[in-house]
């Protein structure tokens, strides 16, 4: 099956869970501009597949759609890799792999290729609900530069319960340690996704009237969107140096993956520092970005065709 068979991109979108046809509304826009750009929307149910009834989660999926991309809610990566197997069954296939969108979903899997770029991190893999002990979480922490941390899991944190559940003051004091760990574990609950990652704490600056953070969506290994933060109050995104964004290119590249996003902060020294690394088909977009530009990358498939 080649894509160049495929007469449009078709893109899954996950389905309004109130309203059968229709697209999830947090995602309507976006739809609407890849239907005027001459691409297929076609629907996925997003509870079914994280029910784990794939099938059921595909079954609107025209058949022999060939070559699709995915854009919307989260998915866990095992999930993912049976929305590709359901694809297949009926014709169709992801443009990003299971393989693939693990490795820039989930921080195991992009850490190594960005370790030079992001903070010192180390994870241990964990069941949810499962809280680890003080022992193993000292050991963990032990392997990180002493100073401050930050938890999360291999997908998200509770940045809104920072001081709860996020930030430690200092990963060398083995209490504190496991009461925020402990708080994130519990708080996250059924959503705790792979394990629990320690973080070395960098300090960051906002660059002066722009986001705190620059969310960068690349194609095939090119910068094609610089946003702010979806979370940002501010829209505009600062400009990146190029010597900065040659490094991060570097690293995407040797990630290989057809649609990541990239999110850089400025850290007090001057450099420019990957917070986090994404699949851009689940990465959320900041509400002032006209939804057409990010539909422009999911459409591109020229280098992709026949792959
Ligand atoms: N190592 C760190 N040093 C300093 N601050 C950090 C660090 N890691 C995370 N943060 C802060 O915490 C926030 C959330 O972290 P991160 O982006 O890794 O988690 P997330 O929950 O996946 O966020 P998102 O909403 O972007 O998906 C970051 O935007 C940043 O402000
Ligand atoms: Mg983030």
């Known amino acids: 099956m080649t894509m160049a068979t495929t007469p449009a991109t078709t893109v899954l979108y996950c389905a309004d869970p109130l309203g059968g046809r229709r697209v999830d509304p947090h995602f309507a826009a976006e739809a609407r501009a890849l239907r005027a750009q001459g691409a297929t929307v076609a629907l996925v149910d997003h509870d079914a597949l994280l029910a784990g009834d794939a099938e059921r989660a595909v079954a609107r999926v025209p058949t022999a759609a060939g070559g699709v991309r995915y854009r919307g809610w989260m998915v866990p990566a095992a999930r ?67 100073g401050a941390g930050v938890v999360k899991d291999y997908v998200k944190s509770r940045k809104h319960e920072w001081h709860e559940a996020c930030h430690i003051p200092d990963l060398g004091d083995p209490e504190a340690l496991h009461r925020v760990v402990s708080r994130f574990v519990e708080l996250q609950d059924e959503f705790l996704t792979g394990g629990v990652v ?110």
């Open 80 to 146: 993912y890799a049976e929305l590709d197997e359901a694809l297949r069954r009926r014709g169709g296939e992801l443009g990003t792999g299971p393989e693939a969108y693990r490795r820039a979903h989930e921080l195991p899997g992009w850490y190594d290729t960005f370790a030079a770029l992001t903070p010192a991190s180390v994870w241990l893999p964990t069941a949810p609900g499962a809280i680890p002990d003080r022992k193993r979480l000292a050991a963990l922490a032990a392997a990180l530069p002493p």
């Open 198 to 307: 320690l973080r070395a704490f960098e300090h960051f600056v906002a660059p002066e009237g722009a986001a705190t953070e620059v969310r960068i969506w690349w194609r095939d290994g090119e910068p094609r969107l610089f946003t702010a933060h979806p979370d940002s109050p501010l829209p505009e995104a600062a400009e990146i140096p190029a010597r900065d964004l040659e490094p991060v290119r570097a690293a995407v590249r040797a990630l290989d993956c057809p649609f990541v996003t990239t999110d850089l902060a400025l850290r007090t020294d001057g450099a420019w520092r990957v917070v986090e690394v994404g699949d851009g088909q689940v990465s959320d977009l900041h509400r002032e970005v006209d939804p057409g530009l990010l539909t422009a990358l999911l459409t591109d498939d020229q280098s992709t065709a026949g792959s």
